[in-house]
Nanobody, 122 residues
Framework: QVQLVESGGGLVQAGGSLRLSCAAS????????MGWFRRAPGKEREFVAT????????SYADSVKGRFTISRDNAKNTVYLQMNSLKPEDTAVYYC???????????????WGQGTQVTVSS
């Protein structure tokens, strides 16, 4: 069992930056691939980024490639999402998730956090 708690969301102007954190409980964090997803108002939850268990591999949605960076610190049981050059269309609730493999679909993840709101003003 893994419990995930996101933090770091907030209100930022377009062009600004935020860093999201996702703290995990449990000793098996380092065995999981981790992902970030987001849900904008009126839209489905969508993939943002994923990282392998050891941080050696990452993958991003085209919409955030070059602006967002996913990373993890297994010693701290934490995964991060550094978001730069934020746009109003990045406004959403951001969720972290843990799964067995790096996946771009929600069905590939077993555990989910409660989400943190990111609002980008124009």
């Amino acid at each position: 069992q893994v419990q995930l708690v996101e933090s770091g969301g907030g209100l930022v102007q377009a062009g600004g930056s935020l860093r999201l954190s996702c703290a995990a409980s449990g000793r098996t964090f380092s065995s999981y691939a981790m992902g970030w997803f987001r849900r904008a108002p009126g839209k489905e939850r969508e993939f943002v980024a994923t990282i392998s268990w050891n941080g050696g591999s990452t993958s991003y949605a085209d919409s955030v490639k070059g602006r967002f960076t996913i990373s993890r610190d297994n010693a701290k049981n934490t995964v991060y999402l550094q978001m730069n050059s934020l746009k109003p269309e990045d406004t959403a609730v951001y969720y972290c998730a843990a799964g067995s493999f790096m996946m771009t679909t929600t069905s590939g993840y077993h555990y989910w956090g409660q989400g943190t709101q990111v609002t980008v003003s124009s």
